[in-house]
T-cell receptor
Framework: DQQVKQNSPSLSVQEGRISILNCDYT??????FLWYKKYPAEGPTFLIS?????DKNEDGRFTVFLNKSAKHLSLHIVPSQPGDSAVYFC???????????FGDGTTLTVKP | DAGVIQSPRHEVTEMGQEVTLRCKPI?????LFWYRQTMMRGLELLIY????????DSGMPEDRFSAKMPNASFSTLKIQPSEPRDSAVYFC????????????FGDGTRLSIL
């Protein structure tokens, strides 16, 4: 039973346009959500997070939206840059559970 | 500020051999996680420690896998005996606390079992 799903294995966008990465979850107990970015031959690095008391969190070009009723979150990157090309992982956790559950990742390619 | 340090970066060994992966978490972090990444199963949590104590090892695939954290600055993941299906990238991560804190990942160990 995969509790966190990223249904799009890959996404390709043009430089300067918006990238939208999606993530769905099934466990209603999840109350903290994170996005990580991973370049080849490196470990994932934290990008942005959101707690369940919010529906939006913004950090520069990156915005995460949370729709609790739909159990859906999305990451918006505006404007997209070639350096954003990477694998993006969605992760979810329950407060005090100590661990996160990761999706399978979406490979974003931003074309110049 | 040093990040999470994993060694070795690459390991190639023959089936049946013992494999030991090492991790040094970020100083001051009290949670440590071991993950395995494969094409088939994505990024899966194997085990995590809090204050050097194993909290959840439900992701450890079988008895051939074991993990220890003898002190706050060192952890090992051991596979004995190794099998070709253990080939994967193994990541170690650490975080400051259990609540609302992102994890900091090492660059992984790419393990190939022949």
């Amino acid at each position: 039973d995969q509790q966190v799903k990223q249904n799009s294995p890959s996404l390709s966008v043009q430089e300067g346009r918006i990238s939208i990465l999606n993530c769905d979850y099934t466990n209603s107990m999840f109350d903290y959500f994170l996005w990580y970015k991973k370049y080849p031959a490196e470990g994932p690095t934290f990008l942005i997070s959101i707690s369940s008391i919010k529906d939006k969190n913004e950090d520069g070009r990156f915005t995460v939206f949370l729709n609790k009723s739909a159990k859906h979150l999305s990451l918006h990157i505006v404007p997209s840059q070639p350096g954003d090309s990477a694998v993006y992982f969605c992760a979810a956790s329950v407060t005090n559970a100590g661990k996160s559950t990761f999706g399978d990742g979406t490979t974003l390619t931003v074309k110049p | 500020d040093a990040g999470v340090i994993q060694s070795p970066r690459h390991e190639v060994t023959e089936m049946g051999q013992e494999v030991t992966l090492r991790c040094k978490p970020i100083s001051g972090h009290n949670s440590l996680f071991w993950y395995r990444q494969t094409m088939m199963r994505g990024l899966e949590l194997l085990i995590y420690f809090n204050n050097n104590v194993p909290i959840d090892d439900s992701g450890m695939p079988e008895d051939r896998f074991s993990a220890k954290m003898p002190n706050a600055s060192f952890s090992t993941l051991k596979i004995q005996p190794s099998e070709p299906r253990d080939s994967a990238v193994y990541f170690c991560a650490s975080s400051p606390t259990q609540v609302y804190q992102p994890q900091h990942f090492g660059d992984g160990t790419r393990l190939s079992i022949l």
